[in-house]
């Protein structure tokens, strides 16, 4: 198997259906003893800098309704 220069890897369909891995399906890396794990999660991981805010959102409000209020000058 080889990585692409994305550090992309495919995985081999018939991991895929062993594992029960399918589009938009979460996965992890696990480390073991210097050894790596492929594991489905059950929660999306999310990080970056807007991590701490996702899901707190209280607008009662509809996109376009938060896109008009954004646009308005």
Known sequence: ?????????T???NI???????P??????????GKFFLVKTDTPVVTGK???F???A???MSTNEI????REQ
């Open 1 to 9: 198997m080889r990585v692409t220069t994305k550090g992309q890897v």
């Open 11 to 13: 995985i081999p369909r």
């Open 16 to 22: 895929r259906e062993i594992l029960g891995i399918s």
């Open 24 to 33: 938009e399906t979460e996965i992890d890396f696990i480390e073991e003893n």
């Open 50 to 52: 807007f991590k701490k």
């Open 54 to 56: 996702r899901g707190i």
């Open 58 to 60: 209280t607008a009662k």
């Open 67 to 70: 896109m008009r209020l954004t």
